[in-house]
């Protein structure tokens, strides 16, 4: 610091000390060495003895902000400027913080007021920029609203409905696309600017056979302007649109007080402006975390359907029932709930709300439904037990788990969509809505009727659910909102036909999708909604979340292990395009980067157990090493590659396999041993799970459990580890079945040409003698590699891992033969003399605040593209028996 080179006085109660000085000083040097530890224990010193330091609040402030605690930023910018009011680091600050919490009419305030103090200042200009401008008053003419009704679409037999043009209707299958729209490096309330990027998309859909699409809340302005500009212009490749009414979960103990006023009012307030801005005819204020602006064109003629609410979790819907046993009907203008539970009837009421809305307004009316999900759904799940049904079963087993299960409790109670009556007035009609992926929740793959299941195309326990589900609501339309697989590395969940959460590489995710989609069909649902159109980098999964820290950063690195990071359609790759790491054994695109060390070969050595360099390089994605030996034969040579992640001090000294002792304790080793069977270990004392007995189960039965408190120790040990995950956890069924967890080794590492499987860890060509690895962040306990924050420690309270700041990592490399695997052949760096390791430096990749990224289309566009073409039109439910 300072932001713009000019230092206002350290003190408002001066002079201080040469100690605290000092302090200061050396406070901001370890801020800028990005040592946010030792930079915050200095400023509160200073602050502690000077209470009126402006600096050091400013300091507190700035590092607050690196460790994403925004409540803690802005109190330290505010006390600064409480102290001295135009002091432009503290408005700076406040600025940043204010963006980043996604108040956006706050953030550009405090720009404006900081680019008068400073008007050149590049920094301000930077964000004032990407922020909009104020809203105008804007009067909009009175709405014309139709004699007659007016109805875009309708639900018919399982199916829906469009006009034909001449007069009549016309069956429409959805072939849809879920729209997100959080480019890399952005907030998920940080949309696009209005530079081609949505006409682009609209193209793009479009090209890919796909007629509907769906967005979960309000786009700004520009986005309708698109979709209408596209379906003016492109009458045999309408694009429909479904759209959502968002909102968060109620307040509560449970979050289940769905009838709080001011909660409510806010839900009633957002169907508004849906309404009105899909009619064209809304303007929205700026608030934080939303679009805004003024919406003028009409697309309400293109509009297919409503699907409002969020997935909602269980304990807030068993809550309300709690709550509100007493509701159990609806008797609305356009909906009625005979029959149903306090959630079912609260939901007519919202769909109620919204269809009563748009009447009185424009006299229009469009089809209705409420999101849902398996984990919710009205079908009963002999295999899935409620968490308390588990206990019970447990207990009477003499069994005591470890730990609690750490997920919704499914099956507890649903919502039955066949229980919302449209009345006569209500000519649209409504469906059901569900996002059902093949992998969850877990009776998906143990029930055993869905294990008999087959499809068109073979066993499917996916189609088997599907039938079930689709049978289920008779001839209410089906519509599956959300489906598909990622593209990621790591894998939360696995199924019995490999369509698992995660683990398939770009060209089985599309193949896999497309599957999907096509039983979708055959097993008689209205339509079906790809996840997603691009990947998002915000995104989090429940295997990895701890280790992403702090949260509000992650949206700046992609993680390959994150299952939820990589659905899309259009990846979102980490770097530039043109600098682009390979993983092929060529290695021409690394030019002249990333060599840390070279060898001095020695004549007397075979040639494949002489390195004759290493290198290391990153991106937003990845750490990547190269490592070039004399040739590569897997029966005469083996290579060991060692990661001091945090503090040289720390970690295991002695490799594995050769026993020899490194410089640095190290907390991983690249363990290549050949194509097959090479692994990442990680020193014992700090992986992240281990084993721990399940009390009294018959026969005797681990569960993975975190290995706290997470840190890495200083030892001689020589124990290496790879990483086994628990992904789908034991369970015990209504009937009492035990169903074993389902574990994998996270760590090995696949062998590929990346060319050929977008999954490639890591590569040798024997033709060019170069080894080429990938490694994600996460698999080096990385927690946030935009901050160089690795896991270190458990934080107090909550025992969550917690994360420190390192100054980067070291590496030590050694080739064996493993016919002798003591005697180590060659190794990096080299002392002078050539005997032992030499000094081991320190490699400190670059922080940053705004990622590098590229696009580029997955496979699973062509994969999507021919099976949306071979459908034609709603099909026949298959095997309804």
């Known amino acids: 610091m300072p932001l713009v080179g000019q230092s206002p006085p350290k003190t408002a109660c001066a002079p201080l000390s040469p100690t605290l000085n000092e302090s200061l000083d050396r406070a901001w040097e370890a801020y800028r060495a990005n040592n946010m530890t030792e930079a915050q224990a200095a400023f509160q010193q200073v602050l502690s003895a000077c209470p009126k330091v402006v600096s050091a609040a400013n300091g507190l402030g700035y590092v607050a902000l690196r460790h994403g605690d925004l409540p803690s930023s802005e109190r330290y910018f505010e006390r600064a400027l409480s102290l001295r009011p135009n002091d432009y680091d503290a408005i700076t600050g406040l600025g940043m913080a204010s963006y980043r919490a996604g108040d956006q009419v706050r953030s550009r305030m405090t720009f404006e007021r900081a680019l008068k103090l400073f008007p050149q200042d590049s920094v301000t200009k930077w964000y004032l920029a990407r922020l909009p401008a104020s809203l105008d008053t804007t009067r909009l003419a009175p709405v014309s609203r139709p004699v007659t009704t007016q109805v875009a679409a309708r639900v018919a037999q399982r199916a829906f409905e469009v006009p034909n043009g001449r007069g009549g209707w016309q069956p429409m299958w959805l072939k849809g696309l879920n729209i997100g729209a959080a480019?890399?490096?952005?907030?998920?309330?940080?949309?696009?600017?209005?530079?081609?990027?949505?006409?682009?998309?609209?193209?793009?859909?479009?090209?890919?056979?796909?007629?509907?699409?769906?967005?979960?809340?309000?786009?700004?302005?520009?986005?309708?302007?698109?979709?209408?500009?596209?379906?003016?212009?492109?009458?045999?490749?309408?694009?429909?649109?479904?759209?959502?009414?968002?909102?968060?979960?109620?307040?509560?103990?449970?979050?289940?007080?769905?009838?709080?006023?001011?909660?409510?009012?806010?839900?009633?307030?957002?169907?508004?402006?849906?309404?009105?801005?899909?009619?064209?005819?809304?303007?929205?204020?700026?608030?934080?975390?939303?679009?805004?602006?003024?919406?003028?064109?009409?697309?309400?003629?293109?509009?297919?359907?409503?699907?409002?609410?969020?997935?909602w979790e269980p304990h807030s819907i068993v809550g309300y029932q709690a709550n509100r046993p007493d509701r159990t009907k609806y008797e609305g203008k356009y909906l009625t709930v005979a029959r149903g539970n306090a959630a079912e009837a609260w939901l007519a009421e919202q769909c109620d709300y919204l269809i009563d809305y748009e009447m009185r307004g424009y006299n229009a009316q469009h089809p209705i439904a409420y999101t849902n999900w398996p984990t919710l759904d009205p079908l009963h799940h002999p295999t899935e037990s409620t968490l308390a049904e588990e206990a019970q079963l447990r207990r009477a087993r003499g069994e005591e788990t470890p730990e609690a299960a750490r997920e919704f409790d499914n099956d507890a109670i649903g919502l039955d969509a066949t229980r919302m009556v449209?009345?006569?007035?209500?000519?649209?009609?409504?469906?059901?809505?569900?996002?059902?992926?093949?992998?969850?929740?877990?009776?998906?793959?143990?029930?055993?009727?869905y294990a008999r299941a087959s499809g068109p195309e073979g066993q499917s326990n996916y189609f088997g659910y599907l039938r079930d589900l689709v049978r289920y609501h008779g001839d209410m339309p089906v519509v599956i909102a959300e489906y598909g697989v990622p593209s990621s590395r790591g894998i939360a969940h696995f199924q019995p036909q490999g369509w698992n959460h995660g683990g398939h590489s770009e060209v089985e995710q599309g193949a896999v999708d497309a599957r999907l989609t096509r039983e979708i069909h055959a097993a008689g649902a209205a339509g079906g909604l790809l996840f997603a159109l691009m990947d998002e980098w915000f995104k989090k999964n429940w295997i990895v979340i701890d280790f992403e820290q702090p949260l509000e950063r992650n949206r700046l690195w992609l993680n390959p292990l994150d299952a939820e990071q990589n659905y899309g359609v259009i990846a979102m790759r980490a770097g530039p395009r043109d600098s682009a790491?390979?993983?092929?054994?060529?290695?021409?695109?690394?030019?002249?980067?990333?060599t840390w060390y070279r060898g001095s070969l020695s004549a007397t050595l075979p040639p494949p157990l002489q390195i004759k360099e290493f290198r290391v390089a990153n991106d937003e994605a990845y750490v990547y090493l190269r490592l070039d030996v004399g040739a590569i034969d897997w029966t005469k040579a083996r290579y060991l590659i060692g990661i001091d992640t945090y503090r040289a001090d720390l970690g295991d000294f002695v490799l594995p396999r050769t026993g020899a002792t490194s410089p640095v304790g190290l907390e991983f080793v690249l363990d290549l041993t050949g194509p097959v069977g090479s692994h990442l270990l990680v020193d014992h004392p700090y992986t992240l799970y281990h084993p721990a007995p399940i009390a009294g189960s018959n026969p005797p039965t681990q569960m993975l459990v975190y290995h706290r408190p997470f840190r890495t120790v200083a030892n001689r040990d020589g124990v290496w580890d790879t990483l086994w995950v628990?992904?789908?956890?034991?369970?015990?069924?209504?009937?009492?079945?035990?169903?074993?967890?389902?574990?994998?080794?996270?760590?090995?590492?696949?062998?590929?040409?990346?060319?050929?499987?977008?999954?490639?860890?890591?590569y040798a060509d024997s033709a060019t003698g170069i080894i080429e690895v990938r490694l994600p962040w996460g698999m080096l306990h990385v927690l946030d590699p935009s901050s160089r924050s690795v896991l270190y420690g458990s934080q107090a309270t909550t025992h969550d891992p917690e994360g420190t700041a390192t100054e980067g990592f070291r590496f030590v490399v050694q080739s064996y033969d493993p016919g002798n695997p003591t005697q180590p052949a060659d190794w990096l760096p080299k002392q002078p003399g050539g005997v032992g390791f030499g000094p081991v430096p320190v490699w400190a990749w670059p922080v940053w605040e705004e990622p590098r990224w590229h696009q580029e289309v997955k496979p699973v566009f062509r994969a999507m593209q021919e099976t949306f073409r071979a459908i034609k039109g709603p099909a026949r439910i298959v095997n309804e028996r």
């Open 726 to 762: 628990e992904t789908n956890r034991r369970r015990i069924g209504r009937d009492g079945t035990v169903f074993p967890a389902t574990v994998y080794d996270r760590n090995l590492l696949r062998f590929a040409r990346q060319g050929e499987n977008s999954l490639a860890d890591w």
């Open 581 to 594: 790491l390979v993983i092929d054994g060529r290695g021409e695109d690394w030019g002249t980067r990333g």
């Open 422 to 449: 449209p009345t006569p007035a209500f000519k649209a009609g409504t469906f059901a809505s569900y996002h059902a992926y093949p992998y969850y929740p877990d009776f998906m793959g143990l029930d055993p009727d």
């Open 183 to 311: 480019l890399p490096g952005k907030h998920p309330s940080e949309f696009p600017p209005d530079d081609g990027t949505y006409e682009h998309w609209l193209a793009l859909t479009a090209e890919m056979g796909v007629n509907t699409l769906r967005v979960y809340t309000v786009h700004p302005p520009h986005f309708y302007r698109a979709l209408a500009q596209w379906n003016a212009t492109h009458p045999t490749q309408t694009l429909w649109l479904i759209h959502g009414v968002w909102t968060e979960l109620p307040p509560g103990p449970q979050e289940e007080q769905y009838d709080d006023p001011s909660w409510l009012a806010e839900f009633h307030g957002e169907m508004h402006n849906v309404v009105n801005l899909l009619h064209g005819h809304a303007v929205i204020p700026a608030r934080p975390g939303h679009a805004f602006g003024v919406y003028r064109a009409d697309v309400s003629r293109w509009v297919v359907a409503y699907i409002i609410g969020r997935e």
